[in-house]
């Protein structure tokens, strides 16, 4: 049986744009669920790495993609009992990551498991597809995007706040490699939606960003009231 209908908020972009602090913070002023999809296929990627399963089996994949057996807690997420917070944001993880995430039956296989976040009373999800496969029919569609250029900035400084090493030039690299993944492939490739509101942050500070998405969430709610 259908409950009522979960308002929801989708915010997608490319690698680095800010989607999970700005997720995260929305849901925190909303009071509700958080899915950060990209963890998702970081925990497959970490699973692959550590049995073996080559970047291009898409059946061992898509199999490590189903058995995930993971718990999100408060700032977190466990892997078979085991905390994988830090492992899971790897550079190298993150690469795979974009890799696995290509490949059709590891997207199927973490379909429902995505789609089950959506509880009462509200859920922001970011990812790359959220607006146009997951969650078609979000209330509020957000595409957010910022200069490569300030992005490998910000992935900079994450990576070096979190204690790991990391060169500024290799991580634009990276990041326009994974731009290139994200958007040539085939399946759920990264795509505004037809009905996005297009965010560029490459000059706000994530407060205003917040700012921002609040107020279009405002409107719409408001709207969709009266
Ligand atoms: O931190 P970053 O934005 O690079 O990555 P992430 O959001 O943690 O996601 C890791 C990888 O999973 C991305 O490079 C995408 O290729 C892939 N992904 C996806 O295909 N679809 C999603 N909804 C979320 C992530």
């Known amino acids: 049986m259908n409950g009522p209908r979960v308002p929801m908020i989708a915010i997608d972009g490319p690698t680095a744009s800010g989607k999970g602090t700005i997720a995260a913070r929305v849901a925190a002023r909303l009071g509700w669920h958080l899915l950060d999809s990209g963890a998702l296929y970081r925990l497959t990627a970490l699973a692959c790495l550590e049995r073996g ?3 291009d089996d898409a059946q061992g994949a898509a199999a490590a993609a189903a058995a995930l057996d993971v718990r999100f807690v408060a700032d977190g997420v466990s892997m078979d009992g085991r905390d994988v917070t830090a492992d899971i944001r790897r550079e190298e993880v993150g690469n795979l990551a974009s890799q696995v995430a290509a490949l059709a039956p590891v997207r199927a296989a973490l379909l429902d498991r995505q789609r089950a976040f959506r509880c009462a009373p509200g859920l922001v999800a970011d990812g790359r597809d959220m607006g146009t496969v997951v969650f078609p029919d979000a209330d509020l569609k957000i595409f957010l995007v910022a200069s490569a250029e300030a992005r490998a900035q910000r992935r900079y400084k994450q990576l070096i706040e979190k204690g790991f090493s990391a060169n500024l030039l290799t991580l634009l690299h990276d990041l326009e490699a994974r731009d ?31 700012e921002q998405v609040m107020s279009w969430w405002g409107e719409r709610s408001g709207a969709s009231r009266s």
């Open 53 to 55: 399963i080559a970047a």
């Open 180 to 210: 290139a993944r994200d958007t040539q492939r085939v399946n759920a490739p990264l795509a505004v939606a037809h009905d996005a509101l297009v965010l560029d942050s490459s000059h706000l500070t994530i407060d205003q960003t917040v």
